[in-house]
């Protein structure tokens, strides 16, 4: 497999991020939906079309996905037989696209590669407060450089909580039913449920312990597959909300530290028995 400078690919997202940053801060509220899809379109496809010719360059060996691999074709039959033997890049240049588009400052970029199923390197930035989220299978989580933990919690009673729902979500009425009857039963346990921002920076947040649990009913997994990566190795737990072990793919999501996410866990359960 392809062994890649951690440094060097950080740096390229840090750039990106920027050059998105300094888009976002011309910009005004984009309202109507087909102006706002128009908007994401030519913002977010420039953003990844200039993460992958930079990736390409130093790490030919490597595919290249930008959506749900049930969704998206390789542009080739190279990139193709790349991607067939396991190694590829996932590249959501604005998780958080209605808040970008909205001129609301909670948006990030997100960068994951893939090795055989299973993500091994992940970098999530939030350009606008400059907070650089990134981990290394078997080599731990940081933010900006530092060491980053899950909080001590041992379980999810009277914490701080966030949730989401997927890209879409609408589409999916089970997820829609779960995501409901969910915040129903969290609510009485925690002193607050929140969703405060890009699906895979909450999940940061969960890693560097400012927010005690995250849940998401539905498949989204191209934004979570790599905040999955940055909590375990922050010390915690992600898995699927039925205990199994959460990839590409999954239609749930339960992520905090070990003991808050056993109690989560209970409590979301009661909502899949329902």
């Not at 939906?33 to 913002?43: E, G, K, L, T």
């Not at 893939?114 to 080599?139: C, K, L, N, S, Y």
Request: hydrophobic letters at 45%; proline letters at 4%.
């Amino acid at each position: 497999m392809t062994a890649i400078d951690t440094e060097e690919v950080l740096a390229l997202v840090r750039e990106a991020g920027a050059d998105l940053c300094e888009t976002f801060w011309r910009g005004e509220p984009v309202v109507e939906v087909d102006d706002m899809m128009a908007a994401f379109h030519r913002i977010d496809g420039a953003a990844n079309a200039g993460m992958k010719r930079a990736l390409a360059r130093l790490y030919p060996g490597i595919a290249w996905m930008e959506n749900e691999l049930d969704t998206s074709e390789p542009e080739d039959a190279e990139t193709a037989a790349l991607a067939a033997r396991g190694e590829y890049w996932i590249c959501d240049a604005i998780d958080g696209a209605v808040q970008f588009l909205r001129a609301i400052p909670n948006w990030a970029m997100s960068l994951t590669l893939m090795r055989e199923g299973v993500p091994v390197f992940t970098a999530i930035f939030d350009a606008v407060h400059d907070e650089m989220f990134h981990a290394v299978w078997g080599q731990g989580a940081y933010r900006n450089g530092e060491r980053i933990r899950v909080n001590g919690r041992s379980n999810h009673y009277q914490g701080i909580v966030a949730t989401s729902q997927p890209p879409f979500a609408g589409r999916d009425r089970h997820a829609v039913r779960r995501s409901g009857a969910a915040l129903s039963a969290m609510l009485p346990d925690v002193a607050a449920v929140r969703n405060l921002s890009a699906t895979s920076l909450q999940l940061a947040y969960v890693a560097c312990g400012r927010v005690d649990g995250f849940w998401e009913f539905g498949d989204d997994s191209v934004n979570c597959v790599g905040g999955a990566l940055l909590v375990r190795e922050a010390g915690g737990q992600a898995t699927q909300i039925d205990g199994r072990p959460y990839q590409l793919g999954s239609p749930s999501i339960a992520a905090a530290s070990p003991g808050a996410h056993a109690s989560m866990l209970l409590r979301l359960q009661e909502v899949l028995a329902a």
